[in-house]
């Protein structure tokens, strides 16, 4: 069998998964030609990570060489790990070259830079997947099956709310994600998984969307009200660490230490910024309403300082009630860092189907095995060893179209924060960028 050549951009913490899996888990189907960062250091760690293959080992490339990395290693795909606002400007670049893309979420950030990838990929005729990971997670498609199976009828209203606890809400306010120029916000940056699931179980995308959103946990008075006066800059050194709960220790969790740390003099990337910084221009409130095109309406919170994580969501139809609860266990992504509280946290997932006339029915969850829920290996085998899995009845790969989709809620729900709650129209908003989707 031909090997598929796989070259990866921006080599930190999510770019890990991706490489094991290429140069290790499905070794015999996929090989990987080469990495490309910024960053000599975190290209060099990554390097050395892949078992040992004969000759020079895996070919690195500087970011300014990545043109000159797909003439000379001539990968099939480039997988793209790059923060969120560099997406395009890869997407692009390789779609131009003739090379198909596999990007992280979100696949970008914005509708200028979402048009500039949809040209490109008509233009080029490759394919563009977006490794949404979240719908491969078995108990998320075990609410796929019964919805699409009718079991409450037609779908008419979701509820929907994510909380993020105050390990994983507050990472997204240490570095490029905490500037909305960089992320999009956790609107985009984060939602674009739930909006993606809903879009997918709901059949549905979005039609006009009206959001409010503010940052009223991660602010410069909450380090007041909780004693951190003359908190530093970053965690590393910072005077007050010893009584800050959000205090991340770069120097003693060695997988963070050698990714972020030692890498620091080569690009001044700090892995650890205070979250109390009066710089950070993302929220940590928000709520959304949505109306989709087939009539569902949503109700979506997402809040990143709760002192729990997970998700609620219950829909609404014309036979009944379907209502799903996950309490997930996170620690800090690339740190494998458990939260404050030690091993005794609990993940807990329930279904229970509520169908008109009848008594609730607890339903015996799906679940898997691996990262993100079981999500992790799944999906990786769809993407790295297609010819090995089953048919997929559900659907669950995703390309540029539902990538574009899945941001559209959280780009129009932005623009709606910004001017005081105004519904947003996304037909609107595509023509007046110009996109046809
Ligand atoms: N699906 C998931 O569950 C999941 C989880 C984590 C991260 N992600 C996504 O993965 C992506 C990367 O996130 P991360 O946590 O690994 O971030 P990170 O900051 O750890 O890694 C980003 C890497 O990109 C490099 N980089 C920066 N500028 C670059 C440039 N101009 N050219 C090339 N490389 C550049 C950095 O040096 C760094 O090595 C993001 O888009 C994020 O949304 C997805």
Redesign the pocket.
């Known amino acids: 069998m031909t090997k598929k050549k796989f070259a990866i ?7 890990q998964m991706f490489r094991e899996a290429v140069a290790q888990t499905h070794a015999e189907s996929a090989e990987l030609v080469a990495l ?4 000599q250091s ?1 290209l060099a760690l990554s390097a050395n990570k892949v078992p040992h293959r004969g000759g020079n080992g895996i070919a690195t490339y500087l ?1 300014e060489d ?1 043109d000159r990395m797909l003439t000379e290693q001539d990968p099939d795909t480039v997988i793209v ?4 606002y ?2 395009d400007e ?1 997407i692009v670049r390789a779609l131009k070259a003739g090379r198909n893309v596999m990007t ?3 696949m970008t950030i914005d509708v200028a830079r979402l048009k500039r990838i949809l040209d490109a990929q008509r233009e080029s005729g490759k394919s563009v997947t977006v ?1 949404f ?1 979240y719908r491969y997670s078995p108990a998320r498609t075990q609410l796929k099956e019964i919805l699409m199976n009718g079991v409450i009828g037609e779908i008419t209203a979701i509820d929907f709310r994510w909380y993020l606890d105050r390990v994983h809400g507050a990472d997204y306010f240490r ?2 994600h905490r500037y909305k120029d960089k992320s999009g916000g956790l609107l985009v ?1 984060k939602s674009t ?1 739930h909006f993606d699931l809903l879009n997918w179980w709901a059949g549905s995308t979005p039609k006009s969307i009206s959001a409010t959103g503010k940052r009223d946990f991660y602010t410069p008075e909450m380090a007041i009200k909780l004693g951190l006066e003359g908190h530093g800059p970053r965690c590393h050194a910072c005077p007050v660490a010893h009584k800050c709960d959000f205090y991340m220790d770069l120097e003693t969790d060695e997988p963070l230490k050698e ?1 972020y740390l030692d890498a620091e003099n080569d ?1 001044g ?1 700090w892995r650890d910024k205070c979250v109390f910084a009066d710089d950070i221009t993302i929220e940590d409130t928000m709520q959304v309403q949505a109306q989709y095109a087939s009539g569902v309406s949503l109700n979506y919170t997402l809040v990143a300082y709760s002192p729990w994580e997970g998700l609620e969501v219950k829909f609404h139809g014309t036979k009944g009630e379907l209502t799903h609860k996950h309490i997930e266990v996170h620690g800090v ?2 740190g494998g860092h458990r939260e404050r509280g030690g091993d005794e946290a609990v993940e807990a997932m329930s279904t229970e189907l509520h169908l008109a006339g009848g008594l609730p029915q607890k339903l015996d969850v799906w679940t898997g095995k691996g990262s ?1 829920g079981g999500a992790d290996p799944i999906m990786l085998g769809y993407l790295f060893d297609p010819q090995n899995m089953e048919a997929d009845k559900y659907g669950r790969a995703s390309d540029q179209v539902a990538g574009a989709w899945s941001i559209l809620t959280g780009i129009a729900a932005n623009q709606s924060i910004a001017r005081n709650g105004e519904r947003i129209f996304v037909d609107a908003m595509l023509a007046e960028a110009g996109i046809t989707l």
């Open positions: 951009v921006g080599t930190g913490g999510r770019h490309c960062d910024v960053n975190r970011a990545f790990t790059t923060p969120d560099l997406h890869y992280e979420k979100p490794t990971n570095r490029w940056h998984h990714l690009d990337y992504f690339a993100h």
